[in-house]
Nanobody, 114 residues
Framework: VQLQASGGGLVQAGGSLRLSCAAS????????MGWYRQAPGKQREMVAR???????NYADSVKGRFTISRDNSKNTVYLQVNNLKPEDTAVYYC?????????WGKGTLVTVSS
């Protein structure tokens, strides 16, 4: 299973981006999908997750600003990020659970300038 993330970029504080992550090569249904991020010098942290049926959970730091969604017909998960802050600067990674294995994409860089 391959995951390809896109949509990152340089944005000013208060701006928005829409991240996408498309999964391919899976012969089985994709279960939970999620977005994680890793800032320079910090550990990777969970940002948002969504089950196949659409249940979501978010990190407290992004609640009310980020929205995760998915299109099961396209095996794609999205992350709408609004009201970005400099502390949101990080490489954003997507992952997907297929049967009992979690697959990771290579990440997309989001840089927020103040």
């Amino acid at each position: 299973v391959q995951l390809q993330a896109s949509g990152g970029g340089l944005v000013q504080a208060g701006g928005s981006l829409r991240l996408s992550c498309a999964a391919s090569g899976s012969g089985a249904s994709i279960g939970s999908m999620g977005w994680y991020r890793q800032a320079p010098g910090k550990q990777r942290e969970m940002v948002a997750r969504i089950t196949r049926s659409g249940s979501t959970n978010y990190a407290d730091s992004v609640k009310g600003r980020f929205t995760i969604s998915r299109d099961n017909s396209k095996n794609t998960v999205y992350l709408q990020v609004n009201n970005l802050k400099p502390e949101d600067t990080a490489v954003y990674y997507c992952n997907a659970l297929v049967v009992l294995t979690t697959y990771w994409g290579k990440g997309t860089l989001v840089t927020v300038s103040s």
